[in-house]
């Protein structure tokens, strides 16, 4: 139980005090109103002695009696009406709130707040051990303490209020005050006349109320005296009279009215009247008039309010809202005190005026009275106690115990002596349920176990509870002898009252006694305000014990359906009493509460209802009890609204719409309208005041992204807008460091090669994985599109109308200054931004749903966009909600929109976290997120890019043309228009000057992207040359290849202008999907400080399929002669396999040229042996060509400088594609470009690695020629044949090393043994290899093919040899040629096709740069056969080097003789 301002033994005692009626006449009544208070009620602030008072037992033993209390009160003849008891009961309790007013705040989440009415007491989250810990200090502490006025002044209303009966005498009257004034024409005569109205009111039948304790009640006369207007010498001579007639210990002249009451306002008087009177009390109500209309019983109430769930929610009788349904107790429906509507009363009796008058704060009471006066009232009340009314009880309690022992002579001993004769000598309690059900046997008045009865009250209040204990003993024994169950009870529980009570706890607190009285209360008399007594009683005592389990159960037991005030008081003390326990039951303490608040509000008792919830709620919040969380919100919103507490209400129904609900969808729906519903009328009260904060739907706001800029246009037939940036793209980590990659070389290509400090990449989309720390740049008249990321969290779908973003503006004029107004409302500044605004967004439930909202801006300046702003409803008329009445209005048609409430959500996003320098890693600190704060800048100029007949799929080096379209959007001019892409070999926008560009597709046969040249079918396999420098291409030296300027006319691009340029594309060499990414750059005529320039992204996605394998190697031709005799012809080999799968739908491809391009070198004829002039290819077949390939002209190769190229073409066809122009030209400069920056970077080191000499012996093996494979493929697609071209690269760098047009697949290298020691640094070697030495020096020997010999004649054969030495180096080399014969083993000497070399064995020569040389040699031969005479050994070195490298040089092939004999 809640702590209590008195301790039990000193409640017990106030509750059972003296009673002593008034009866006053009518002057004597006068004088006291003009004080405002009646007699009784003059005295009320007096009726406790200040000293000890002492007087005998029967016994002749002092005994004392402290702090005792009389209670005095007006003679009522009609017995207190029940219902008057409930209605007055019920006010008291509604009357006393919490000191600190309605504890009515939603508990916020974290830590916990018990907020137990007047104590507040934290716990963090291991709740339960904390809270155990902090309730048992609570406990412990004298001023932590948790009370419950509204239950004490209900307890003290409640115990004096409780009629009179027949089976006690505790609140009988013991004596009468007979009151009569001073100023009366005859008082002597009054109070005669009141003494006879006494006695008749006892002693006639007519009369059953008020009941008097005995027959002989002891009358007090009282004169009452006005000082201010009676006359002193009457009153003291009235006085003597009095004196003389009922003697000085009857009678007593009181005082009063001192002053008149126009002095009262001169001098403040205390008021000791108002404390008391506040609290109604049913005695001092003359007429209270209760008819069986005017209060409706708790049945008739509550039959019209059907309770569904157990969630109390009730719905709607005869058209009016249950919420504003009638107190069940009230009188009638206007005086609801939630209300606060003044109506006419159906029923004001009397005593409710008085109270009205009571409760004004206007009125003074006790006006005419001084101190003095009060001294006096003090006085009389000591009087009248120590000289009338103690001695009048002594007296009784003699008597009665004097009747008692003479009955105990013979009676009684006989009866007992017959008893113990039949049953033995002790007398066995029988149980209840054994007993008959004899409550309605009564005892005459007479009957001496009533005197027993009536002694032990008498000692019982008058403090003497030994005496009061053995007589309430004897008589329990009595009343169950007789099964008198009524009286039984009652004795058995003041017994146990009487035991506790005594002085020194001489035997233990019978509780037994207790449930027993309560038991036969209940069951057996069905009287509930008695067992109600027994249990507020009992449940202190047992609290004062700390058996506050004992005390919960009994306060549980006594719970009914009959009052739902009685239930919910006593649930709640039952809940105090198990969080006072010593081990803390919380939850226990909580679902207590859940129930009181139940009842109290079944009773009417909103507030109190609303406070029993909000304690409950602090325990159950957070603990994943969602359900119970849910309906004590509910609740809680409900009792709120109720009680007009608006926000409070709002607050609750938010929590149980923004926490994770495990509802169902009818019971979110109802929770979803009657919060709307509520917050309707929330927001009527304040229409102008700022948007409230919605809780639905939840906002991610790291989700939100901000892009600036247009929406990308859709495809349009054949033309294809730019994909740039659009917010259906995913983020991409690596394809955004691509793209800035991409605009880092443009800019500092821009830049003369130095990226500005100020440099910052484009971002046109934010995002949480984007740099937001800066400004966002926005541009004026751009829209600004933000996106929203919703989720619906309920079961029910969502409707949000008229959305739009919430935001504030700054503007800015030209010249830079602040504007200092700041606009904030959307609707008022259109012309300075325009909103878009959604009329309808369907949130279905548990979407996650995106919304994109747009600003429009049409002025400089600052930006901020705050949140979104929305009218939330629900669709209505969809689903019937079972269980749960709605609130009025609540009611609508099919989907309509009246429930829906304007609010906002702000959109606040959190930066990334900080963690650069110590500080930040110590502390958590966030960086700034400003995505949502652009600032708006001038107009700059908007390119769109469009691509026409843009493929999708191509083959490998398929060569296409298409067509891409730029168009000026915006009002400003653009200039400096480049693209860069990462491959740069895919496309082209041809050369630089128009000659070198073909016109149109359509300018030669079958539309070829080529441009071509018919040629006669004479000049088959024979070279057509042609030049063209690089530089005409963009690769000149030291450029960018990436980087591509676009050849816009006149560079500028005005407003509303386009220019469409041819584009030439070519399909990559590794099949597959290719993304290639193009970033279109271009800047402002006008230069802006805040942006340099702008950026348009494109992707293009291609597809490749297999087309052909090209494979080619050089090596040099043994034959020396060349147009001008000088050495140095090459042959190249070139293998073509078409590798193309049958999917692709090519029936073969026709090889239609072969070009090469080289600074040095160009092909001269094709070699093919076969006649066949149709090189064709079918499905996976191989062609195998050959051409010879010689040096170009000198003139040809002097203008070096000039990245001059030679491109020679041998045609298989009948026409020939120029090979130095647009686009052939294009892409083999591009691939060659992309193939040396692969192979750059390893030459750099090698060249500073080998010294000189190395590097002039490499030279002689290295060949700078390029070969390019011309193709046409035949496509069947759809029963059409189509032609499709292409071209294929291979690079040659190596004599003799095999080259091949597409990436050939590196096998993985096997994995070397570990080393667990540190390799040597060993010199790199400066040795050149084998094969470069071997190429040092070119052989060439010539001789017949055949001879014929005559042996017989002439034994020896001698041949005349020549042996060419041709020098391929650009250095001197000295040149050994050594004759001998190398003997590899003993074996070979045998071989019988040996020869001799005749003359000089070794020669030794000097070779100039690239000269050739020849020598006359002699061969013997003896036999005829078949000889190879390349067995000559050559070595070499280079003259000015000191180091010899020398190596035999290996003849390229045998150089056989045939010797025949003739």
């Not at 409930?86 to 509604?94: A, G, M, T």
């Not at 002085?503 to 057996?524: L, N």
């Not at 966030?926 to 799929?953: A, K």
């Amino acid at each position: 139980m809640a702590q209590c301002v008195q301790s039990v033994q000193e409640l017990i005692p106030d509750s059972f005090v003296p009673c002593v009626a008034a009866l006053c006449s009518d002057d004597a009544e006068r004088l006291t109103r003009l004080n405002h208070l009646s007699f009784a009620e003059l005295l009320k602030p007096f009726t406790r002695l200040t000293s000890e008072v002492h007087m005998r037992d029967p016994n002749n033993q002092p005994h004392i009696i402290k702090n005792l209390k009389i209670a005095v009160s007006n003679i009522i003849t009609q017995p207190p009406q029940p219902g008057a008891i409930r209605k007055l009961l019920s006010d008291v309790v509604s009357g006393s709130q919490p000191a600190d007013g309605l504890v009515a705040n939603v508990i916020t989440a974290g830590d916990y707040d018990l907020n137990i009415s007047d104590w507040s007491i934290k716990a963090s989250v291991p709740w339960y051990s904390n809270w155990k810990d902090t309730l048992m200090e609570m406990k412990e502490s004298s001023l932590n303490t948790a009370t419950t006025p509204w239950f004490e002044s209900y307890r003290e209303t409640f115990l004096q209020s409780m009629p009179a009966s027949d089976h006690e005498f505790l609140n009988h009257y013991l004596a009468c005050m007979l009151v009569a004034s001073s100023s009366e024409a005859e008082p002597m005569e009054q109070f005669g006349k009141l003494s006879q109205e006494q006695h008749r009111i006892q002693h006639n039948n007519d009369y059953s109320y008020p009941k008097w304790f005995i027959p002989n009640t002891l009358k007090y006369y009282v004169l009452l005296h006005d000082v201010s207007a009676g006359d002193e010498q009457r009153a003291e001579s009235i006085y003597e009279e009095m004196k003389q007639k009922y003697g000085t210990q009857g009678c007593y002249l009181l005082k009063i009215n001192s002053r008149t009451s126009n002095q009262a306002s001169d001098e403040q008087i205390p008021d000791p009247w108002s404390q008391y009177l506040q609290k109604n009390s049913i005695q001092n109500q003359e007429s209270y008039e209760d008819g069986p209309c005017t209060i409706s019983s708790n049945k008739n109430s509550d039959s019209n309010l059907l309770s569904l769930d157990g969630l109390d929610n009730e719905v709607k009788v005869d058209g009016l809202p249950n919420n504003f349904r009638a107190h069940p107790l009230q009188l009638d429906s206007s005086s609801d005190p939630s209300n606060n509507i003044d109506g006419p009363d159906h029923v004001k009796s009397a005593s409710s005026l008085h109270e009205t008058k009571k409760a004004n704060p206007g009125i003074i009471h006790g006006a005419c009275l001084t101190l003095t006066d009060h001294d006096r009232i003090r006085q009389f009340v000591q009087e009248f106690t120590f000289r009338g009314l103690l001695p009048h009880i002594e007296k009784t309690i003699r008597q009665l115990n004097d009747q008692l022992i003479s009955r105990k002579g013979l009676s009684r001993s006989l009866f007992s002596a017959t008893k113990k004769w039949f049953s033995g000598s002790k007398v066995p309690e029988k149980s209840i349920n054994e007993l008959k059900n004899t409550s309605g046997l009564l005892y005459p008045p007479e009957a001496p176990e009533l005197q027993i009865r009536k002694m032990a009250d008498l000692c019982f209040l008058v403090q003497h509870y030994d005496l009061a204990y053995s007589c309430y003993h004897t008589a329990k024994k009595d009343f169950l002898n007789d099964q008198a169950m009524l009286y039984a009870a009652g004795a058995l529980e003041m017994a146990a009252v009487s035991a506790f009570l005594q002085q020194g706890a001489a035997r233990p607190y019978p509780a037994h006694y207790m449930d027993t009285a309560i038991q036969t209360y209940r069951d057996i008399c069905k009287n509930m305000i008695l067992a109600e007594r027994c249990v507020l009683l009992s449940a202190e005592i047992l609290k004062s014990q700390s058996k506050y389990s004992e005390a919960a159960a009994l306060l549980i037991r006594l719970t009914s359906e009959d009052s739902d005030l009685r239930s919910a008081l006593l649930l709640e003390q039952a809940a105090h009493c198990f969080i006072n326990m010593k081990s803390p039951m919380v939850r226990k303490y909580a679902f207590h509460m859940i129930l009181a608040g139940h009842r109290f509000s079944k009773a009417g008792q909103k507030k109190h209802a609303l406070r029993c919830y909000c304690q409950a709620m602090q325990v159950y919040k957070g603990k994943g009890w969602s359900l119970a969380e849910d309906h004590i919100n509910f609740t809680i919103g409900r009792q709120s609204y109720t009680l007009r507490q608006l926000d409070n209400a709002v607050s609750a129904f938010r929590h149980i719409l923004i926490n994770e609900s495990k509802q169902s969808a009818a019971q979110q729906g109802s929770f979803l309208r009657e919060y709307l519903y509520v917050y309707k009328n929330v927001s009527q009260l304040s229409p102008d005041g700022p948007l409230p904060q919605l809780p639905l739907p939840y906002i991610n706001s790291s989700a939100t992204r901000v892009f600036f800029g247009h929406d990308r246009r859709p495809a349009d037939g054949e033309k294809q807008a730019a994909t740039h940036v659009s917010l259906d793209q995913e983020y991409d980590n690596e394809s955004s460091q691509q793209w800035r990659e991409l605009e880092e070389q443009v800019v500092a290509l821009v830049n003369k090669g130095v990226i500005p400090p100020n440099f910052h990449p484009t971002q046109y989309c934010l995002n949480s994985f984007s740099d937001n720390s800066r400004f966002p740049l926005a541009v004026v008249e751009e829209p600004i599109t933000v996106e929203v990321a919703f989720r619906n969290p309920l079961k029910v779908p969502l409707l949000l109308t008229n959305l739009s973003l919430l935001w504030k503006f700054q503007p800015k004029d030209c010249s830079g200054k602040n504007d200092e107004e700041v606009k904030e409302l959307v609707t008022s500044e259109p012309e300075m931004i325009g909103t878009e605004v959604i009329s309808e967004f369907l949130i279905n439930s548990e979407e996650s749903k995106v919304a994109r909202l747009k600003l429009f801006p049409h002025h400089i300046g600052e930006l901020h966009i705050l949140g979104v702003v929305y009218n939330l409803g629900t669709i209505q008329g969809s689903t019937t909600v079972d269980g749960i009445g709605a609130l009025p209005g609540c009611h609508t048609g099919k989907q309509s929109l009246s429930m829906s409430v304007r609010g906002r959500q702000d959109l606040e996003i959190q930066g990334p976290r900080l963690n650069s320098t110590k500080e930040e890693k110590t502390s958590i600190t966030y960086g700034p997120d400003r995505r949502l704060d652009p600032i708006i800048v001038e107009e700059m100029p908007l390119l769109e890019v469009f691509f026409i007949h843009f493929p999708t799929g191509l083959l490998c080096g398929e060569i296409r043309k298409a067509y891409v379209e730029f168009v000026n959007v915006s009002k400003c001019p653009l200039t400096g228009l480049k693209v860069v892409c990462k491959r740069p070999e895919f496309f082209t926008f041809g050369g630089n000057t128009a000659a070198l560009t073909p016109l149109s597709p359509s300018a030669s046969e079958n539309c070829s992207a080529y441009k071509t040249v018919v040629t006669e079918s004479t000049s088959v396999c024979t070279a057509l040359t042609s030049s063209a420098s690089s530089v005409d291409f963009g690769i000149g030296i030291g450029s960018q290849p990436e980087v591509i300027p676009v050849p816009l006319p006149d560079t500028v691009l005005l407003p509303g202008a386009s220019v469409q340029l041819p584009l030439w594309l070519r399909g990559p060499d590794e099949e597959g999907v290719h993304e290639i990414n193009f970033l279109f750059y271009y800047e402002s005529v006008k230069k802006l400080p805040k942006i340099r320039h702008r950026i348009l992204r494109h992707t293009a996605v291609i597809c490749t399929s297999r087309s052909l394998n090209v494979r080619a190697t050089v090596c040099r031709s043994n034959s020396l002669e060349d147009e001008e005799g000088r050495g140095g012809n090459m042959l190249v080999f070139v293998d073509v396999e078409n590798i193309n799968t049958s999917e692709a739908g090519v029936k073969e491809f026709h090889i239609v040229q072969v070009s090469s391009s080289s600074k040095h070198w160009k092909l001269q004829k094709s070699v093919n042996l076969s006649e066949n002039k149709d090189a064709k290819l079918g499905s996976r077949e191989k062609g195998k060509f050959c051409f010879k390939a010689i040096r170009c002209k000198e003139k040809e190769v002097a203008t070096q400088s000039s990245e001059k190229y030679t491109f020679a073409d041998i045609i298989f066809g009948n026409e020939q594609i120029i090979s130095s122009a647009s686009p052939c030209a294009d892409f083999f400069y591009r691939s060659l470009s992309s193939e040396l920056k692969k192979v750059q970077p390893s030459a750099h080191t090698e060249k500073q690695s080998v010294e000189d000499a190395v590097r002039l012996i490499q030279k002689c093996s290295e060949v700078d020629l390029n070969v390019v494979i011309l193709w046409k493929a035949y496509v069947v697609e759809d029963s059409k044949q189509l032609i499709l071209e292409g071209q294929h690269h291979v690079i040659l760098h190596t004599v003799g090393k095999e080259a091949y047009s597409s990436p050939q697949k590196q096998e993985p290298p096997e994995m070397e043994p570990l080393k667990f020691f540190r390799p040597e640094n060993t010199a790199v070697s400066s040795r050149p290899s084998v094969e470069q030495l071997s190429s040092l020096i070119k052989t060439s020997l010539h001789y017949p093919e055949s001879l014929n010999h005559p042996f017989h004649q002439k034994s020896l054969c001698l041949v005349p040899v020549t042996l060419l030495l041709s020098n391929c180096s650009k250095a001197d080399v000295d040149v050994i040629v050594d004759l001998r014969h190398k003997t590899t083993s003993p074996e070979s000497l045998e071989i019988h096709g040996s020869f001799t070399w005749l003359g000089q064995t070794q020669y030794k020569l000097q070779l100039k740069s690239e000269e050739i040389h020849s020598l006359q040699l002699k061969a013997c031969f003896v036999h005829t056969g078949v000889y190879n005479l390349g067995t000559p050994r050559v070595f070499a070195k280079l003259s000015d080097q000191v180091t010899v490298f020398e190596t035999s040089q290996q003849n390229s092939m045998p150089a056989l003789i045939i010797i025949n004999n003739v």
